[in-house]
């Protein structure tokens, strides 16, 4: 099956499991911002839409499994949205601009693992 194709099914799959059925979600196909990423989601959680962008150059995308927990962790990213998009009020509202970025630096990466951590969990579930 033509990978574009099968993302197109997996978004299909996992947006009505996740709650996601009411996002609009554009899928691009080229190189993420940091490239050492195979895919990144930009979510606009006020529109409720999303902008996730898939490096299929990756050599991670050759393993079924792993693709399918791609998916599932970017649109987990519009799920965690709203409150991601709270913790940034928190922090430009109360963090000296000076220290910004080391606390968004620090909140981000409990924020992806617990990502990374969620998506496996429900991407077993659902092969159960």
Not at 84 to 113: C, H, M, T, W
């Amino acid at each position: 099956m033509n990978l574009r194709r099968e993302i197109a099914k997996l978004i299909a799959k996992w947006q009505p499991i996740l709650e996601l059925d009411h996002w609009v979600i554009q899928v691009i196909f080229g190189k993420t911002s940091d490239e050492t990423r195979p895919a990144e989601c930009l979510p606009w959680r006020e529109m409720q839409r999303a902008k996730i962008t898939f490096n299929l150059e990756h050599k991670e995308w050759s393993d079924p499994i792993l693709r399918e927990l791609f998916v599932v962790h970017e649109l987990l990213h519009c799920v965690s949205a709203a409150w991601a998009g709270e913790i940034e009020d928190v922090i430009s509202n109360n963090v000296s601009e000076e220290l910004q970025d080391e606390v968004r630096k620090r909140v981000n990466f409990p924020e992806e693992k617990y990502t990374c951590d969620l998506a496996r969990i429900l991407w077993s579930l659902k092969r159960k």
